[in-house]
């Protein structure tokens, strides 16, 4: 019963790096969410995507690009990373509006 | 702007005692409001779900209140545990898609 899953757990980047945070749910969900956590700040939504071949801006989203592959999957790309990327992410989903949300464990990523 | 409070930011019981984790938000215009826990180092776990037309969830030991006109909610916990110890985090969602959540309440529970 995997529910959210998200890979990596953990990476270190150099700034100026790029990299992309996978997320796939198998709960045939249509709503799925980008978050970052950060001491302080609570949770912070970047981007989300209402249903399969749409996404949108949440909070913050400057620095990060999505993309929905399919309706299991939805992934975020840092395609320079700044130390102030360094958080940890989580990736959500949901049925529809209204419904209930589920997360994935976690990405934690360090920029140096 | 939807903004969600939770007070106090941490609270620390004696094992066994009943107590309630206080949620406000500023716009009463709400969907619902969902209770989540999130233990250390982990992601978020859901909980309970109230939908705006309800006044109370309950599952177990937990019982959650929604008072959409006075803008607030409560998590109670019975006769709690040292297992309950976690961060309790508050969600609500208005119109669209996008849920506001507040910063959480660092419960410990000591043996």
């Known amino acids: 019963n995997a529910g959210v899953t998200q890979t990596p757990k953990f990476q270190v980047l150099k700034t100026g790096q790029s990299m992309t945070l996978q997320c796939a749910q198998d709960m045939n969900h249509n709503s799925m969410y980008w978050y970052r956590q ?26 990060y690009n999505v993309s929905r592959l399919n309706k299991r999957e939805f992934s975020l790309r840092l395609e320079s990373a700044a130390p102030s990327q360094t958080s940890v ?24 | 702007k939807q903004e969600v409070t ?16 206080n949620c406000s938000f500023t716009d009463s215009a ?7 826990r999130q233990d250390p180092g982990k992601g ?13 969830q309950t599952s177990g030991r937990l019982n959650a209140s929604l008072d959409k006109s006075s803008g607030r ?3 109670y916990i019975a006769a709690s545990q040292p297992g309950d110890s976690a961060t309790y985090l508050c969600a609500v969602e208005g119109g669209s898609e996008k849920l506001v959540f507040g910063k959480g309440t660092k419960l410990t529970v000591n043996p």
């Open chain 1, 38 to 63: 950060d001491p302080g700040m609570g949770l912070r939504l970047i981007y989300y995507s209402a249903s399969e071949g749409t996404t949108d801006k949440g909070e913050v989203p400057n620095g």
């Open chain 1, 89 to 112: 992410y989580f990736c959500a989903s949901r049925r529809g509006q209204g419904g209930e949300l589920f997360f994935g464990e976690g990405s934690r990523l360090t920029v140096l």
């Open chain 2, 6 to 21: 939770q007070i106090p930011a941490a609270l620390s019981v004696p094992e066994g005692e009943n107590l309630v984790l």
């Open chain 2, 30 to 36: 709400i969907y619902n409001l969902q209770w989540f």
């Open chain 2, 44 to 56: 978020l776990t859901s909980l309970l779900l109230i939908q705006s037309s309800q006044r109370e």
């Open chain 2, 73 to 75: 909610s409560t998590l």
